[in-house]
Each structure stands twice: as structure tokens, then as C-alpha cells.
């Protein structure tokens, strides 16, 4: 039996978590602002690339453990 899906998808779940982790005050922050009635906050062009590097470096960081 083929595990290359299942590798794929627990890779894809880890980094999503990592970066959750990574990203959480963050989200927090803009959870609160929507509970609180207010509209959430655009991305800078900075934090859209941290985001970015961020997942690249988790993906790869991933991918090398696997």
C-alpha cells in the first residue's frame, strides 16, 4: 500500500499547526477585534512576507524530518 498521501497530509497538518503556534497572538488579536464588532486589520506587506517565510520554513523543515 502507497503511504505517499498519508505523509502528505500529516506533513500539511503539522505545518499548519506550527504556524498556528508560530501566528497565534496574532490571530488572537484579530479574533477579538471581529468578537468585538470591529473590522479586522489588513496584512502589511511585511507581515504577508514573515507568513510566507515562515511557511516555507516550516515546510521544509518538515519535509526534511519526514
Do not use: C, N, W
Amino acid at each position: 500500500m502507497d503511504r505517499t498521501p498519508l505523509v502528505l497530509y500529516t506533513a500539511t497538518m503539522i505545518v499548519l499547526v506550527i504556524l498556528r503556534i508560530v501566528f497565534a497572538r496574532y490571530i488572537t488579536h484579530q479574533l477579538d477585534l471581529k468578537r468585538a464588532g470591529k473590522p479586522m486589520e489588513e496584512l502589511s506587506r511585511g507581515q504577508t512576507f514573515v507568513f510566507l517565510i515562515a511557511s516555507l520554513a516550516a515546510l521544509i523543515g518538515v519535509a526534511f524530518l519526514i
